[in-house]
Every structure is written in C-alpha cells, then in structure tokens.
C-alpha cells in the first residue's frame, strides 16, 4: 500500500526548531510534486509548502515564510520540513502528500489531488 511515514514531531517551546520527515513507503516519489499540510484542532487542514518533482519550490501559507524550509532527498526517498522559530500557532499535525503532476494545482483545487496521505505528525509548540 502506496503512502508515506511522517516522523520528527514533538514537543517544543516557542522559538525552537524541529524537522520533519516524509518517508515514501511502497513508491518511488522522485516524479511526484510532494505536500506538506498541517490541522490544527477545529480547524481546516492547509497546505504549508510543496516541493516539485524538479525541486521547485511553492509556498502555500504566508505565516510560515522565512522560518520553514521544505527540501527533498530522492535517494532516501524522503521528504523533509525543516521548521525554526517556531511559535504556539503552529501547533498542528502535519501530513505530507503527493501530486502527480505539479504543486501549482493546490492554488484552485485545494488537496483533493494529493494523494498517498500518511497519519502525520504531532507538533506542539509551547508558549
């Protein structure tokens, strides 16, 4: 069964930093665009970042500018997240997901087209 393993998260206080990974599990991901997304409790899952398939980059979420950084390791398989300075608000599970055709699609369709969702990952940032 095609889908990824989140791991890296926690606890954390504020301003700390944690990274997170995205191990494909059953597929290769090297031809797929790969999503991070985060829900926090009574909220909507959104989407953070996305890596293409060539290493191009896609922020989705302004907050996150300029603290997280997304980057991919094909050989391994994996994607990574890595997040600094964090703050209470980015309390979260966070998910990766693919898409086969590119990042860009999130923008009008939102994550119906991502596919192979693991069970994510708890991050917690105290104040």
């Known amino acids: 069964q095609p889908q990824f393993v989140e791991s890296g998260g926690g606890l954390v206080q504020s301003g700390g930093s944690l990274r997170l990974s995205c191990a494909a599990s059953?597929?290769?991901?090297?031809?797929?665009?790969i999503g991070w997304f985060r829900q926090a409790p009574g909220k909507e899952r959104e989407g953070v970042y996305c890596?293409?398939?060539?290493?191009?980059?896609?922020n989705y979420l302004d907050s996150v500018k300029g603290r997280f950084t997304i980057s991919r390791d094909n050989a391994k398989n994996t994607v990574y997240l890595q997040m600094n300075s964090l703050k209470p608000e980015d309390s979260a599970v966070y998910y990766c997901?693919?898409?086969?055709?590119?990042?860009?699609?999130?923008?009008?369709?939102?994550?119906?087209?991502?596919?192979?969702w693991g069970q994510g990952t708890q991050v917690t940032v105290s104040s």
């Open positions: 997901a693919a898409e086969p055709i590119s990042c860009f699609g999130y923008l009008n369709s939102g994550d119906r087209e991502f596919t192979y």
């Open positions: 059953g597929f290769t991901l090297d031809s797929y665009a």
């Open positions: 890596i293409s398939s060539r290493g191009g980059i896609l």
